[in-house]
């Protein structure tokens, strides 16, 4: 019994030890009469102070951003919005001084094109350097002299550089000192054409041109040569006497284009049959068939 009393003690005892907040709990409502103002007061504070922190966060901002403004020259650090403007800002300024000075660098450039020609009085635009002479002008003017001097005076009837095709010297012989100035192109030691590299024809409607390319094969020079010939009767003496290669060639001319080579061993067609009606690279040809 003495133990189960003692157990009883100890479990009786220890319930008081247990249980504080049940004291207070219930100590509280005879604590409030006596005073009244002391535990609303703190809880009322709690939740006035936690009632306006909210608007006391969302002023400090506006406060921060004030703060430049009243601070004036003090550098504040600028907000993220602020600072992308400032950077568009930047990039647009910069880009208008770019283009400003581009536009100022073209009047510049402008004005002193515009200086030579209103210098002049002309009114028209500078002049260009003169271009440098060709490694092939004293070929051209050699040639032009010996056909005048060794042919005839009135041999060359035009003279020019082909700027199109690597300043080469091209010139127009009179038809009927053609076959003179052929043996002088292949003898002259100056010269030394003793190859034909190529002969065409062609119709310019209204006269036709017959275009010869000579070859010194040991220098590597050629020439080009041109002789022209009426329309109505067209006829170039034939230089297969002097080179062999414009046998073929020539009788390719004559079969389309109709153009005659007197002196010509075998003046006959090579591509058309012998019966056929015209010559089918003029200008004027009008087939048989016009279906065909």
């Keep these: ?21 049940d004291n207070r709990s219930e100590a509280a409502p005879e604590t409030a009469p006596s005073e009244p103002q002391t535990e609303p007061a703190p809880a009322a504070s709690a939740e006035e102070a936690a009632a306006p922190s909210e608007p006391a966060q969302a002023a400090e901002p ?23 403007e400032e950077k568009a800002a930047r990039r647009k300024a910069a ?35 003169p271009k440098p002479p060709s490694p092939n002008q004293p070929r051209l003017d050699r040639a032009v002299q010996l056909l005048k001097e060794l042919v005839a005076e009135d041999a060359v009837e035009e003279a020019s550089l082909n ?8 010139l127009v012989v009179k038809n009927e000192r053609w076959p003179a100035a052929a043996v002088l192109f292949r003898d002259h030691e100056e010269l030394g ?22 070859l010194n094969m040991e220098r590597r020079e050629t020439y080009c040569v041109k002789v022209r010939t009426d329309r109505e009767n067209p006829s170039v003496p034939s230089v297969t006497p002097v080179w062999e290669t414009a ?11 109709g153009i005659d080579f007197p002196g010509h061993p075998n003046m006959t067609r090579i591509m058309m049959p012998d019966d056929w009606v015209g010559h089918p690279l003029r200008k004027d040809y009008v087939p048989l068939d016009p279906e065909v």
């Design 163 to 170: 700027e199109l095709n690597d300043d080469l010297p091209t």
């Design 95 to 129: 880009l208008e001084a770019r283009e400003a000075a581009k536009a100022g660098a073209a009047q510049a450039k402008a004005a002193e094109a515009a200086a030579p020609a209103a210098s002049s009085g002309d009114g028209g635009e500078p002049a260009a350097p």
């Design 193 to 214: 054409c003793r190859y034909l590299r190529n002969v065409s024809g062609v119709d310019y409607e209204t006269y036709m041109e017959v275009v010869y390319y000579p």
């Design 1 to 21: 019994m003495s133990e189960e009393i003692k157990k009883d003690g100890e479990t009786a005892g220890t319930e008081p030890t247990a249980q504080p907040e």
């Design 247 to 257: 046998n073929w060639n020539e009788r390719e001319i004559y079969d389309l284009l």
């Design 62 to 84: 506006a406060a921060s951003t004030a703060e430049p403004a009243a601070e004036g020259g003090e550098a504040a650090p600028p907000r993220r919005k602020e600072t992308e």
